[in-house]
């Protein structure tokens, strides 16, 4: 089992370009979330789902927007990415409201 | 709103014991730990579900005290790979998400 993955581990953006991050779950879960972490800070929710075709906010869903069509998958854009949203992005799923496994991350850019 | 965590950042010596305390201010149906090394994702830890529950996970043990609303993380005889940022994540009785804390950086040398 490959567990949570993140595509793309790296990118680098222009303000105001576009782009979605993928994470894949193989682990039939239906909780998925995605994150955000800022140098030395602690983990902030920005979307997450209970299951598929179902989606909900987090603490800092603004600039986002988040999609779960399958249940394996969970997708972010961004429509218009500005400076203040770099910083390293992390899917994570779970089988209800506990234990959760966190993918590798992505680290973002924005110049 | 965001668990305070305490201390910041912990150094100890190897064979050393070390508390990281979480509190928050509004009441909690759980509590969740995690450790992160650096560069890496979060790892779970463990999860406290009752108010004066203690579980463990090899030598790393941690209470919730419900009441309170605090919990407490209590590593004993610290390995060198116990270093890492230990975060702890509330939730709350009516919620699917977890808050989490800030983090407390602890470093275990030789």
């Known amino acids: 089992n490959a567990g949570v993955t993140q595509t793309p581990k790296f990118r680098v953006l222009k303000t105001g370009q576009s782009m979605t991050l993928l994470c894949a779950q193989d682990?039939?879960?239906?909780?998925m979330y995605w994150y955000r972490q800022d140098p030395g800070m602690g983990l902030r929710l920005i979307h997450y789902s209970v299951g598929e075709g179902t989606t909900a906010k987090g603490e800092v869903p603004d600039g986002y927007n988040v999609s779960r069509l399958k249940k394996q998958n969970f997708l972010l854009g961004l429509e218009s990415a500005a400076p203040s949203q770099t910083s390293v992005y992390f899917c994570?799923?779970?089988?209800?409201?506990?234990?959760?496994?966190f993918g590798p991350g992505t680290r973002l850019t924005v110049t | 709103q965001q668990p305070v965590q305490s201390p910041q950042a912990v150094i100890l010596r190897e064979g050393e014991d070390a508390v990281i305390n979480c509190s928050s201010s509004k009441a909690l149906y759980s509590v969740h730990w995690y450790r992160q090394k650096h560069g890496e994702a979060p790892v779970f830890l463990m999860i406290l579900l009752k108010g004066g529950e203690q579980k463990g996970h090899e030598k790393i043990s941690a209470s919730f005290n419900e009441k309170k609303q605090q919990s407490s993380l209590y590593l004993t005889a610290s390995q060198l790979s116990y270093s890492g940022t230990y975060f702890c994540?509330?939730?709350?009785?009516?919620?699917?998400?977890?808050?989490f804390g800030g983090g407390t950086r602890l470093m275990v040398k030789p």
């Open positions: 994540g509330t939730d709350r009785p009516a919620g699917n998400m977890l808050t």
């Open positions: 994570a799923s779970s089988w209800t409201r506990y234990e959760q496994y």
């Open positions: 682990m039939n879960h239906e909780y």
